[in-house]
DNA sequence: CTCATGTACAACCATTTGGTTGTAGGTTAG
DNA sequence: CTAACCTACAACCAAATGGTTGTACATGAG
C-alpha cells in the first residue's frame, strides 16, 4: 500500500461529512441526490465530497436507471480497516510502553 | 471525541511525513533539529508538521535545555488507536456483508 | 563575554480544499 | 414529445496546506 494511497485514505476521512457519507452508504447503498438530501450543502458540495471517497477508493458508484447509486467498496474498507488496525496496534504498544520505560528494564 | 478532534486527527495522518514522525517519536524522543535532520524540507516545514501533530494531540514538546524534545503522547495515541479500532471493526463487518445481502436473509 | 546552536515566528507563495452558482446532458414519467 | 429529475462539470471564491526565506531570541559551549 503505497505512501499516497494512505495519504488518501486519510485524507477522505479527515472530513465528518465524508466520514457519515460513509456510514450511510455501508448501511444501506444510496443514490447521489438521496445522500444529498442529508445535508445543508448543496448538491455540487456533495458530489464533490463523494469524489474524494471515491478517489480514496473507499466507496464505487454505479448508474442505476437515472440515478447514481453509492455503495460501500468491500474489498478498499477491508483493506483500510486492517491499515487502521495496523496503526492502532503498534500505538497501543509504544503508549504503553513510554509509561514503563524508566521502571522496566529496556528490552530490544 | 467530538468530530473536530476526530478531523484533526485523520487530517495530521494525511501525510506521510507526519506519519514518519510519529513513529520516530514513538521509538524514540527526539529534538526537533534532530527530527528535521531526517529530511529534505527546510527546518520550519518540520516545524509545522510537528505542530499539526501537536493540534491532533499526538505529540508533545517539553522543553530540555535548549533543546525542544518531542515525544509520542501516550494517552492520546490510546484514544487514538481505540478510534481507528473501531473504525476497523465496523468497516470488516459491513465489508463482510455487503457481499452476503443478496444471498442470506435480510435481518434488520 | 562571545559565538554557535536550537527554536520560534512572520511574511510570502503556489496549490488544494470546501464551498458556491450556473449550465448542460441524459433518462424517465406522463 | 415535453417536462421534470438526476447528474456532471466548469468557473469562481475564500480559506487552509505545505512549502520557502528571513529575522529575532534564548541558551549552552568555550
Redesign the pocket.
Known amino acids: 500500500m503505497s505512501d499516497a494511497e494512505i495519504d488518501r485514505i486519510f485524507?477522505a476521512l479527515?472530513?465528518a461529512?465524508?466520514r457519515d457519507i460513509i456510514r450511510q452508504v455501508m448501511r444501506t447503498e444510496q443514490?447521489?441526490?438521496?445522500?444529498?438530501g442529508n445535508y445543508?450543502?448543496?448538491?455540487?458540495?456533495?458530489?464533490?465530497?463523494?469524489a474524494?471517497l471515491e478517489r480514496a477508493s473507499l466507496v464505487g458508484?454505479e448508474?442505476?436507471?437515472?440515478?447514481?447509486?453509492?455503495h460501500g467498496n468491500p474489498e478498499a474498507l477491508r483493506r483500510a480497516a486492517r491499515l487502521l488496525d495496523a496503526y492502532g496496534d503498534i500505538w497501543r504498544q509504544r503508549a504503553d510502553r513510554i509509561g514503563d520505560i524508566l521502571s522496566e528494564s529496556p528490552k530490544e
Open positions: 485524507q479527515a472530513d461529512t465524508r443514490s447521489v441526490s438521496t445522500l444529498a445543508q450543502m448543496s448538491f455540487a458540495a456533495v458530489q464533490k465530497h463523494i474524494v458508484k448508474r442505476r436507471g437515472r440515478e447514481q447509486i453509492v
